[in-house]
C-alpha cells in the first residue's frame, strides 16, 4: 500500500490488466499485436468481474486491442456497463520485436535486450515507442477519463502501459512493478494504492 501525492482526489481509479493469451503462454511478445484470451484468461477476466462487482465502478475504459476488449466487455456485462475505447491505452508498440520471443530478438538484435535493461525508461523498440512515449499517452488517457466526469472508472489495459498509468497517478516505482491478470490497482482519491487480487 503506497500514499501517492499527485493524484485527482475527486476519483478513485482502477487498473486491470487482459487476461492471460495464447502469446502469454508462448512467451512472444505482443505489443500492438494480438492473441486471444485462453481459457485461463477468460476465467480471470471473470473472477476479476466478480471482484470489482461491489466496488461502486461507475464506467469502463479499455484498450482498443483486442485481448483487453475481450476481458473489458466480460468485466462491463457483469457490472452493466457499456465499454468505452481509448486509442490511448493501447500497449506500447514493440516495433519490429512484436510477435517475437527472447531467443529470436537476441538472434536479430544481439545485446539489444542488455541495452534496454540498462534504461528501460527511454529505450524505443526498434520502430516501436518507449515507456517515455507511452507515458505521454497514460497522461492522455487519465485526462480524458477526468474530463468525462465519472468518479470510479476502470481502465482496462495492458502491464507495460498499466505501468505508465501507476507513474502519472504518482507510484514512485511504476517502472518496476507487476500486474498479473488476476490483479486489479485500486488508487483511491486519498492517494492510497492497493492491489485487489482475485486469486483464490
Known amino acids: 500500500m503506497a500514499r501517492n501525492p499527485r493524484h485527482n482526489p475527486s476519483l478513485t481509479i482502477y487498473l486491470a490488466r487482459h487476461g492471460q493469451t495464447e502469446w502469454n503462454v508462448t512467451g512472444r511478445r505482443q505489443g500492438r499485436l494480438d492473441s486471444p484470451l485462453t481459457a485461463l484468461g477468460l476465467q480471470q477476466a471473470g473472477q476479476n468481474a466478480e471482484l470489482l462487482s461491489d466496488e461502486g465502478i461507475d464506467a469502463v475504459f479499455a484498450s482498443p486491442l483486442g485481448r483487453a476488449g475481450r476481458t473489458a466487455s466480460i468485466i462491463g456485462s457483469r457490472l452493466g456497463l457499456a465499454v468505452t475505447v481509448l486509442d490511448e491505452l493501447a500497449e506500447i508498440d514493440h516495433g519490429l520485436w512484436s510477435g517475437l520471443t ?99
Open 102 to 200: 527472447s531467443v529470436e530478438i537476441d538472434a536479430g538484435w544481439p545485446g539489444q535486450r542488455g541495452v534496454r535493461e540498462r534504461d528501460k525508461y527511454g529505450f524505443r523498440f526498434p520502430s516501436g515507442e518507449s515507456y517515455a512515449d507511452a507515458d505521454v499517452r497514460a497522461a492522455q488517457a487519465l485526462a480524458e477519463v477526468a474530463g468525462t466526469g465519472v468518479r470510479r472508472p476502470l481502465l482496462v489495459s495492458h502491464e507495460m502501459i498499466g505501468r505508465m498509468l501507476l507513474r502519472q497517478l504518482g507510484v514512485p516505482d511504476a517502472l518496476s512493478t507487476k500486474q498479473p491478470s488476476d490483479v486489479v490497482y485500486r488508487v483511491q482519491g486519498d492517494g492510497t494504492v492497493e492491489r485487489l487480487s482475485s486469486a483464490n
